[in-house]
T-cell receptor
């Protein structure tokens, strides 16, 4: 089983739609969680951190469910510019912190 | 400005040749990572290092080698033993003393002809 798993998609949605991505992780000692965005042929960049209490940044909401070991990203009112790959990232402590990336979920927002 | 730099951005090599990709960071980060990404695919971990003079294999280390002689530098060598080396290679670093996020270089696109 992979340490971090995501639905690869692609998700094809119309502008204005709400779309949600889930990501599961296998190590219950995982300590920090993030969502990254990667545009085509570019490096991934941090989108938002995921806090235990959940957090919101404009149209984006991230949530963490430790009991079920998953994190989610909700995008409301999708824009064409949201088209990208969204990577879930988990950090856990192995005697030093190890960062694990999910394979990413591709999103296409169409007019 | 602090950051993480990969060079070169594009690299072409003949089949059977070893090639070394550079990754340098001036963020004073302890941990550094190398990932490979194939077209339309996710990131796959090649090697990572949490401290100078130490590194561990990731999921797809075969055909690759690394060194970590300095904190700032984590070069990746793609050897002739790597059967399908054409890919986008990404280097990342993170603080490692705490659980903060990783930062990426702009990547090196390697094409073997």
């Amino acid at each position: 089983r992979k340490e971090v798993e995501q639905d690869p998609g692609p998700f094809n949605v119309p502008e204005g739609a709400t779309v949600a991505f889930n990501c599961t992780y296998s190590n219950s000692a995982s300590q920090s969680f993030f969502w990254y965005r990667q545009d085509c042929r570019k490096e991934p960049k941090l989108l938002m951190s995921v806090y235990s209490s959940g957090n919101e940044d404009g149209r984006f909401t991230a949530q963490l469910n430790r009991a079920s070991q998953y994190i989610s990203l909700l995008i409301r009112d999708s824009k064409l510019s949201d088209s990208a790959t969204y990577l879930c990232v988990v950090i856990y402590n192995t005697g030093g912190f190890k960062t694990i990336f999910g394979a990413g979920t591709r999103l296409f927002v169409k007019a | 400005d602090g950051g993480i730099t990969q060079s070169p951005k594009y690299l072409f090599r003949k089949e059977g040749q070893n090639v070394t990709l550079s990754c340098e960071q001036n963020l004073n980060h302890d941990a550094m990572y190398w990932y490979r990404q194939d077209p339309g695919q996710g990131l796959r971990l090649i090697y990572y290092s949490q401290i100078v003079n130490d590194f561990q294999k990731g999921d797809i280390a075969e055909g690759y080698s690394v060194s970590r002689e300095k904190k700032e530098s984590f070069p990746l060598t793609v050897t002739s033993a790597q059967k399908n080396p054409t890919a986008f290679y990404l280097c990342a670093s993170s603080r490692d003393r705490d659980n903060t996020e990783a930062f990426f270089g702009q990547g090196t696109r390697l094409t073997v002809v």
